[in-house]
């Protein structure tokens, strides 16, 4: 990291292409890729639109445009702008390059797929032909195949090693810290969720519910249809919620934790200069300032100070937690959920239920902190229970 | 000259020591090509036949098998630089940047470090096939967990081997992760209602010596003791743990029918 900051020090500067047009664009995209903007208003409209559009963007050349435009962008911008060219060949960072390439390949071999499966079934024709279902044997069509894949990922991860360097930084100096410290990249989605929830959240809670979630997913899922072949239409619920979970709350939340996240955890957009000294104020508030002294900070509601006993002063958050966590649910059952409830039973329900409102914890509370600056919902630091 | 050769060859796969190995001709018709699996251990993972909709590359995008051939180049890389490298602060640095100078193929980091990155996309892809083909649903229902568990051991076993290069890239992640460890309820110091986790008489039972930090790093920060504990299991506990729950996986996919396509 040492070495892709000293680059960075240099403060932009010898790029290929310049010129005000070019700034002007370069602050646009700057402006625009705070979370607050490029999430609400970039990514969740791409999410929606790859969801509902999956017939037309996957037809083989408006893909391939797609790929050419993608590409332009984020190769294209390495010749306008230097930091934003540390950045990305920084060595740890290049698997993040190979991920977002091959993730969004693999999500167009699936789409795809889908699309004409489930044209095929719409149509009232069967998935498969003949071709596909009769057996063929493992020596020599499937053992092949498998040499064949070995040849060429070998081939693959020899390139790669001979062309690019592993990094190799400064001797450990336990007493002194880079800035910023960065986990690996692929647990960065959690250390991103680090601003919006402590790390008994960010770092316990969401990890366990996650990995607790993944297992019992089968068990969730108690649509029969979709089973052993690509399609969208038969399974929309429980797609949209395992894709959200993936590409919006973890491979997004890794660009920003690796690309745009500098000093002090501070956001830089793409195009900026990684500036150690600048100082961002921190205005968050809780939700019990808002609540005892709503007059102050909003305009409206009581003008009290806060109260002296913790759990009192904390009555709202807590209320509005117990809520989310407890009320809900039951009220996803008899309302929306009922027919799902019915099928599951409630046990099932239930665990399922609480794993998807922790879920949606987090999307309410970026939402909350980009409108409200809202820090907790429930500060109790004599618990060191702040959510 | 082609004559000669056929004529070795032919003696070659007429004689004692060939056929004790293999016991069957060249797989050229449909009975030697199904001995072929079924009398080699390694192929026998395989059935002998499969439908053709289920090993279409368009289908599994050969991900499983991609991590599980990342999976073994890492076992032996990694065994090739167990044989240079010394996991105490004094030699660790040292050690990685002697590799690359003085053993011969000095990429032997390289392709144990960029395969365990792209294990780890493998593994994420891999994933996002298995739910987007459905393949979880009934009877893979129990192979998807064990996958889970791998998917959770993959990344450890990423997270554990970033520590062993002992550099400043290396013992700052490893703190930045660790220091989750701190914050889990009632286990870690700065977690959650840890005060009241204590032995009768107002004990205190979880202190910054007996916290979940520092069972995992055997101090209360990133010293020599982490290393070693993440070098133990970098190279022993989880390789084994992944080993095993890789055959249980492959054994799954066979007995749950193969695998899935539509009905
Ligand atoms: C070290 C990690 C892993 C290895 C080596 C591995 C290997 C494989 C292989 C070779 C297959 C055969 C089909 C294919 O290639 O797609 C397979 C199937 C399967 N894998 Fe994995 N896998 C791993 C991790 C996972 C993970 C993380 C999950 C899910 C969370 C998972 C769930 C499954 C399921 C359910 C099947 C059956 C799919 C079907 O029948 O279509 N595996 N695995």
Known sequence: MAAGISTLASGGGGELLTGPAIDAFKDAVNAMSVPEVSLPFFFMPVFILMLVGYRQWTKPLVAGALLVVFCVGYFGSMLIDRDYLAILVKPDNVPITIMLLSVSGCLWLAFRQAALNDAKTKAGLPITDEAADTKVLVWPDLVYTELICIVIASAALLIWSIGLPAPLESPANPAGPPNPSKAPWYFLGLQEMLVYFDPWMAGVILPGMIVSGLICMPYFDTNPKGNGYYTLAERKFGITVWLFGFLILWVVLIVFGTFLRGPNWNFFGPYEYWDSHLQVPLTNINLSDYFWNGKELIGFGMNKALPANAMVRELPGILFVAFWVLLLPPMLARTVMRKRFATMGAARFYIMAIHLVVMGLLPVKMVLRWLLTLKYFVYLPEYNLNL | ?263
């Open chain 2, 1 to 263: 000259m082609s004559q000669l050769i056929r004529s070795v060859l032919d003696s070659i796969f007429a004689s004692q020591a060939w056929n004790s190995i293999f016991r069957h001709g060249i797989p050229r018709d449909r009975r030697t090509r199904v001995m072929a699996v079924m009398s080699n251990l390694f192929l026998h993972l395989h059935p002998v036949a499969v439908r053709k909709s289920g090993i279409r590359l368009s289908f599994t995008w050969c991900m499983g098998g991609l991590t599980f051939f990342l999976f073994l180049a890492e076992a032996i890389t990694g065994v090739l630089l167990m044989f240079y490298y010394r996991p105490v602060p004094e030699y660790a640095f040292s050690d990685i940047i002697a590799l690359r100078s003085h053993v011969t193929l000095g990429v032997l980091r390289e392709i144990h470090r960029w395969g365990a990155h792209a294990m780890i996309i493998a593994i994420w892809l891999h994933m996002m096939r298995v739910f987007l083909t459905g393949s979880y649903k009934p009877p893979r229902e129990f192979n998807w967990g064990v996958g889970v568990i791998l998917l959770v051991v993959t990344m450890l076993l990423s997270f554990t081997g970033y520590l062993l290069p002992w550099d400043q890239l290396a013992i700052w992640a490893i703190t930045v992760g660790s220091n989750m460890g701190k914050a889990t309820p009632f286990f870690g110091m700065q977690g959650p209602f840890t005060d009241m986790v204590m032995l009768p008489g107002g004990v205190p039972l979880v202190t910054t010596k007996s916290d979940a930090a520092y069972i995992l790093l055997a101090g209360t920060s990133v010293g020599e003791n982490a290393l070693m504990r993440f070098y133990v299991l970098h190279c022993i506990a989880l390789p084994l743990a992944a080993a095993t729950l890789i055959a249980v996986h492959f054994w799954r996919i066979r007995k749950d029918g193969g695998i899935s396509g539509p009905l």
